[in-house]
């Protein structure tokens, strides 16, 4: 017989699709966790180039790990009614291991990490074990174990690197982000269980959009903040005045390309999936390029903002064209899993930026902020012009069209 007090804690029916104030306090802290993702990248920008290509490797390490504990929470909340007590001490719960997770970030390679350690899996091992409990005897209760096992079996790798020489850190912790990053697309399998992969499962879409298009603004905001502090940190000349400016245009023009067409029918796509569960793990891996490639720009302002006519360090151009790039080959992504096709401006905005990229070691930092902004006010306009009089689209989206989720789980509308 299913538990009834346990059955309890799934979305009903009629429970709002809409991310909740909890939620969104949630994500304040991911506010403050990006700007301490910026912050590393801009400090090894200036490192040689064999250097550089580490620090991006240990701060991308660092990053997932916040992404994985990000997204499983949000799949959480769309899974489960965030207006339950234990859902709610399980949400903030996560948020104070993500705060103690971004406080020691920019030294998690050094001396502080062990508190990122302990933060990270204080979340993703205590918080299935609450929510197996509070489950009780409900079929959902074999989700949470299997998460719970997985979170133990990576811990050993994430432990032994804290533990471990500097030098030997970040292949443990690689170690450990794989049997994380497995498990998740695996389904969490255990022996006589099996899988319970998150494509299969039914959730509540019109949700999940919320909480997608809501970590695409905070990143965008922390470009904002970035941009801000920037400029208000150095002295007021011509010269960086103008960098602030294209700076702020280029963050509007990528609101203005993520949200043309796609990204305000992400919430209908979900909607109308026949298995939402897969679209929704598609998307999820799209937005996290999405915010990797906004984050890397926000990286680009501050350098050139600091150096608007300086000489170029090459390696620059990984965050000023790399971080759009990133963007719009995302973004073309996106456009495929709504719609089912290629985004041609997008891709034609990509392989512009690609082709100009070697012209661009012979230019200021200024200059090739303003190539970029220019590539992407075309691919704004060609979006434009494609959309002018013609009536709104509608979903046609090639994922979703698999089986209906899985035993236990429920539709949520």
Not at 3 to 23: H, I, K, Q, V
Not at 300 to 316: C, N, Q, S, T
């Amino acid at each position: 017989m299913t538990d009834e007090r346990g059955g309890r804690l799934l979305r009903p029916e009629d429970s709002s699709p809409r991310a909740t104030f909890l939620e969104l306090f949630f994500d304040l802290v991911f506010v403050f966790a990006l700007t301490r993702v910026s912050l590393r990248l801009v400090d090894a920008a200036g490192d040689p180039f064999g250097e550089l290509i580490l620090d991006i490797v240990r701060t991308g390490a660092l990053f997932l790990a916040l992404w994985l504990l990000w997204s499983i929470t949000v799949w959480v909340t769309s899974r489960y009614e965030p207006e339950r007590a234990v859902i709610q001490f399980v949400v903030v719960g996560s948020m104070f291991g993500a705060m103690v997770m971004a406080v020691a970030l920019p030294r998690a390679f050094e001396e502080r990490a062990l508190s990122f350690v302990l933060g990270y899996l204080a979340v993703m091992v205590g918080r299935p074990l609450v929510m197996a409990v509070a489950l009780r005897h409900h079929p959902r209760r074999t989700v949470p174990l299997r998460l719970g096992t997985w979170a133990i079996m990576g811990a050993a790798p994430w432990l032994a690197g804290a533990f471990a020489p500097e030098h030997l850190r970040l292949p443990l912790w690689v170690l450990a982000l794989a049997v994380d990053g497995f498990g998740l697309v695996l389904g969490w399998p255990l022996p006589r269980l099996g899988p319970a992969r998150a494509s299969g499962w039914l959730i509540a879409g019109e949700h999940l959009a919320d909480r997608y298009q809501q970590i695409f603004l905070i990143s965008l905001g922390e470009s904002i903040l970035v941009i801000g502090l920037t400029y208000s940190g150095v002295d007021f000349t011509a010269d960086r005045a103008g960098a602030f400016a294209i700076a702020f245009v280029t963050t509007a023009l990528l609101w203005r390309i993520y949200f043309h067409r796609a990204g305000h029918l992400l919430a209908e796509a979900l909607r109308v999936a026949r298995a939402p569960g897969r679209l929704g793990a598609s998307v999820a891996g799209t937005h996290l390029a999405i915010v990797v490639g906004v984050l890397s720009t926000a990286v680009g302002y501050e350098l050139v903002i600091d150096h608007p006519y300086g000489r170029i360090d090459p390696a620059w151009l990984a965050f000023v064209v790399g971080g759009p790039a990133l963007f719009l080959a995302a973004r073309a992504r996106f456009e495929y899993e709504i719609f089912g096709r290629l985004s041609w401006s997008r891709v034609g905005g990509l392989l512009a930026l690609l082709l100009l990229t070697p012209m661009l070691t012979l230019a200021p930092p200024m200059g090739a902020l303003t190539l970029v902004a220019a590539v992407l006010a075309g691919v704004a306009v060609a979006d434009a012009w494609r959309s002018r009089g013609r009536a709104p689209e509608t979903s046609a989206s090639p994922f979703g069209q698999g089986e209906a989720g899985d035993p236990g789980f429920h539709r949520a509308p």
